[in-house]
């Protein structure tokens, strides 16, 4: 298990970007495959982006490509989600997760409690 805490949502303005930022307790994170997810009122938690254990390999949902990017660092066991160009759509509740490479949030061992994102047009 992986102890997780979000931190970095806010209030913006449609076009603004926000940098969320996901810190990670336990040894094993260096070779923990992490992933971003969110969920808007009264839907479904949905795939945002993910990233392997090392770095090298990222996916995103199609709704974000060419504007969110995610990164960690391992040195300082974090996992980041730079969001550019927001949109109203992209307001959610945002949740890191740690444990798989996979788009399936029923995939993801450990979960933050997630931050607030709210875009305004």
């Known amino acids: 298990q992986v102890l997780l805490v979000e931190s970095g949502g806010g209030s913006v303005q449609a076009g603004e970007s926000l940098r969320l930022s996901c810190a990670a307790s336990g040894r094993t994170f260096t070779f923990t495959n992490m992933g971003w997810f969110r969920q808007a009122p009264g839907k479904e938690r949905e795939f945002v982006a993910r990233?392997?254990?090392?770095?090298?390999?990222?996916v995103y949902a199609d709704s974000v490509k060419g504007r969110f990017t995610i990164s960690r660092d391992n040195a300082k066991n974090t996992v980041s989600l730079q969001m550019n160009n927001l949109k109203p759509e992209d307001t959610a509740v945002y949740y890191c997760?740690?444990?798989?490479?996979?788009?399936?949030?029923?995939?993801?061992?450990?979960w933050g409690q997630g931050t607030q994102v709210t875009v305004s047009s």
């Open positions: 990233i392997n254990w090392s770095g090298d390999s990222t």
């Open positions: 997760a740690a444990g798989a490479y996979d788009s399936s949030p029923t995939r993801y061992h450990s």
